[in-house]
């Protein structure tokens, strides 16, 4: 039998009329001659409700015990949704993360699969049974006891089983009918992508595209997993959704295929700092150490400062989120008062975002960052860092431009159009 991953997130099991909705689309998969694996999501807002919880009881929580409350939620659907395909005559079973096992690490709210062993799983379809409904974002230490994956971890659990069972596709099934060349609130001409490259699908996830898990498309990408995100609330078609595959796949792509943004950016300088070797590592040593996700760097070329002096100065220019720019200055400050660098001022702006063009038809394609660059420059848009990367151009720029920005930028490169 081919077997299908099905992954219901939240708002497509947030109540029993919902889980139904959701069974229905189960059993249509079965009726196509599938075995099928459902990964199930919590309702919408348990999670929430469970971590609200669990902060409320106990300030320094212990993280086993964070786990094993904060995933009871996946459990009640997972029951939920094998008790509803049994009343529609599927044969049904559901499973917690221990029961199958979902091994892995013991880094409790951040754990990482270490296998999954089909043994289990394959004799109850030996047996008959149509469908194993597995619960999401939870899994099992090697001390036996629950772990989850990170919010946002059911995807990345789907992910998992579809190529530990060499699964034909993976569909996550959501609110949303697919990936769009942007975000529709802030254009109402973003269109929907019938196809979309890994690559491409993990920085426009990494960048605030909340549709994956970004984990999720990294383990797509390495193990193969065709992905296809659709919605839960439209019949399901052959062409329903968008399909997340690999390159070659996509026969005729454009040359941006998205744009994606970031509203909470900051951007930091130090001002005059010694350009000399190692002063890198001794700014973004501490930075790396008090946990700031630091993204974008520049480093200004150096002046001579006056001509008996015989030290180089430059500015050091980086970007992180705004909720960690407290962090970023605390570190920045005692790495200072040790002595490990010098610098004349630390200028923070927390009023920035970013903004991106990303595809990978860049690769084989010049003039892509002029074309940005002059269409950002017509709306008087100021640029204040860039940063590159193969398939991806970004900007900071001042936050209360940013949806000019992307408007600007899906016209400049015709996103509207197919
Ligand atoms: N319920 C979990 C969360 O909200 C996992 C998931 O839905 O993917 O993060
Ligand atoms: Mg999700």
Not at 139 to 163: I, P, Q, W, Y
Not at 264 to 287: C, H, N, S, W
Not at 360 to 380: D, Q
Request: proline share 2%; with cysteine; glycine share 6%.
């Amino acid at each position: 039998m081919p077997l299908l991953v099905m992954k219901f997130g939240g708002t497509s099991v947030a109540d029993l009329a919902r889980i139904e909705n959701a069974a229905t689309k189960v059993q249509s998969e079965v009726d196509r001659g599938h075995d099928v694996i459902v990964i199930v999501s919590a309702m919408s807002g348990k999670t929430n409700e469970l971590v609200g919880w669990v902060e409320s009881t106990s300030k320094l929580y212990d993280a086993r015990e964070y786990d094993a409350v904060v995933s009871s939620g996946e459990n009640v659907t997972a029951g939920l949704m094998a008790l509803r395909l049994q009343e529609m005559g599927v044969p049904a079973r559901s499973w917690a993360g221990w029961q199958v096992p979902i091994n892995t690490t013991s880094a409790h709210s951040a754990a990482r699969f270490v296998s999954i062993p089909r043994d289990n799983i394959d004799a109850k379809f030996a047996e008959g049974f149509k469908v194993a409904v597995v619960a999401g974002f939870q899994g099992v230490s090697a001390e036996g006891r629950v772990t989850t994956l990170g919010r946002g971890g059911s995807d990345t659990t789907a992910v998992a089983f579809a190529a530990a069972f060499d699964a034909v596709r993976c569909d996550i099934y959501t609110d949303v009918d697919g990936v769009y060349t942007t975000d529709p609130r802030i254009t109402s001409k973003a269109r929907k992508l019938d196809k979309i490259a890994y690559e491409e699908m993990l920085e426009l996830a990494s960048l605030g595209a909340k549709v994956l898990q970004t984990r999720s498309v990294e383990l797509a990408m390495r193990y193969k997993v065709r992905l296809r995100v659709l919605s839960s609330f439209e019949e399901t078609t052959e062409t329903s959704g968008t399909l997340v595959c690999d390159e070659d796949e996509i026969m005729e792509s454009k040359v941006v295929s998205g744009v994606a943004y970031s509203r909470d950016e900051a951007k930091m300088t130090l001002v005059r700092v010694e350009d000399r070797p190692g002063i890198a590592a001794a700014i973004f040593g501490p930075l790396a150490d008090a946990g700031v996700n630091v993204d974008m760097i520049v480093q200004n070329i150096s002046e001579l400062d006056n001509p008996g002096d015989k030290r180089a100065y430059t500015d050091m220019t980086f970007s992180c989120p705004t909720n960690q720019v407290l962090r970023a200055q605390k570190a920045i400050e005692e790495a200072r008062d040790k002595g490990a660098f010098a610098y004349g001022n630390l200028v923070v702006d927390t009023d920035v975002a970013k903004v991106s063009v990303v595809g990978i038809g860049m690769r084989s394609h010049a003039g892509v960052a002029a074309k940005m660059f002059s269409s950002l420059a017509a709306e008087n848009v100021n640029i204040k860092v860039i940063a590159t990367s193969e398939i991806k151009i970004s900007v900071l720029i001042d936050r209360k431009y940013m949806e000019l920005a992307v408007q600007a930028l899906h016209d400049a490169f015709e996103l509207e159009k197919a």
